[in-house]
């Protein structure tokens, strides 16, 4: 079969590979559709350590089963699938608590030296698929994964129901964190970003009032917007301490703010603005089993607009180019997915 290899920083190979088939309670899949995440690009350039190569990329993928390991019968082949990409042992301490995502024996695809979904084909355990509607493209199933990472960040806030809410950062998990924030009924979304183009994006998805912060104050904007009050929550997706700042200023008193970014380990904030005004924050990291599941029943209930951040599709043989590409300027392109 046909994959790219991760052969180290800066270089990615199109080429033949051995075939998989799978073990006792697995599923071959044909992959349909697999996005190129942030973390990919990182990896390619070899500055987080997170993939070892020579390694197989791609974490973000839906697709179609075409065999059936022994012990499988909750599944059947033609079944279309997005696939929650992290084998867990079910038997740890983290995994009888539900929180899979930390298990203490997890193996991710396409992380560190575990193959991922930059391949034709890929066996995974059968636990570990969730049918999607016809109606859903593989496209938008292998969205499935950063909207997950979204759809835990937003949970983190509570009911936003009625209530104002800022998004910092309009790439791919705050514009998917739009997305779920939306399915809630707030009063208004407000989405800042530096890009135009973005802005225009997340106003496609339903965001209220949009901000360019480079050419008008957040703060300021915000505060006349709402009677000098701020907003009850923040879903910040930059991870930067500037971007921190402002969703600190931006909150009312007893205000929430959950941070999603992670672009900095260090950051420089003002205590006493979260101790004197009671402001609550919160840390989101991955996403749990059962909001995966959760979010594909959204999905697939035609509740989730996400369709809009999908900005380009390629082939797998034009990975290795674009990842370049990415890796050096992105452009405005916010979601890339190759398509097999």
Aim: proline fraction near 3%; include cysteine.
């Amino acid at each position: 079969m046909k994959a790219v290899i991760y052969e180290g920083p800066n270089v990615l190979t199109y080429k033949d590979v051995g075939d998989v088939s799978p073990k006792c309670n697995e599923v071959k899949i044909k992959v349909r559709a697999c996005g190129i995440c942030g973390s990919d690009i990182h990896g390619y350039l070899g500055i987080t350590g997170r993939r070892i190569p020579p390694v197989i990329m791609g974490h973000e993928f839906a697709g179609e089963i075409i065999q059936l390991g022994e012990g499988v019968n909750d599944l059947e082949t033609g079944d279309r699938v997005a696939v929650y990409p992290l084998d867990f042992c079910g038997e740890c301490e983290m995994c009888k608590k539900r929180d899979m995502h930390l298990c203490l024996n997890k193996r991710a695809f396409g992380v560190l030296d575990v193959d991922g979904a930059f391949a034709e084909y890929i066996c995974v355990p059968s636990k570990v698929c969730f049918k999607l509607n016809d109606n859903i493209s593989y496209k938008v199933g292998s969205l499935m994964e950063p909207l997950a990472v979204s759809y835990r960040a937003v949970k983190h806030l509570g009911d936003l129901s009625g209530k104002d809410v800022l998004i910092i950062g309009a790439g791919t998990i705050g514009l998917l964190a739009l997305a779920c924030a939306k399915m809630q009924n707030p009063n208004r979304i407000f989405v800042s970003d530096l890009s135009d183009y973005r802005l225009e994006i997340a106003k496609n998805m339903g965001a209220d009032i949009v901000i360019n912060s480079s050419l008008n104050n957040l703060h300021e904007t915000i505060m006349t917007a709402t009677n000098n009050k701020g907003v009850e929550s923040v879903a910040e997706a930059v991870g930067i301490t500037e971007t921190v700042k402002q969703g600190i200023d931006a909150l009312a008193f007893g205000g929430t703010a959950v941070w999603i970014g992670i672009s900095s380990k260090h950051i420089d904030l003002e205590m006493q603005q979260v101790v004197t005004r009671e402001l609550k924050v919160k840390g989101s990291f991955l996403y749990g089993y059962d909001e995966f599941k959760e979010v594909v029943g959204y999905l697939n209930d035609g509740l989730l607009n996400v369709e809009p951040i999908l900005s380009q599709e390629i082939a797998l043989r034009d990975l290795p180019e674009t990842m370049a590409k990415l890796a050096v300027n992105p452009g405005n392109l916010i979601k890339v997915t190759v398509i097999n």
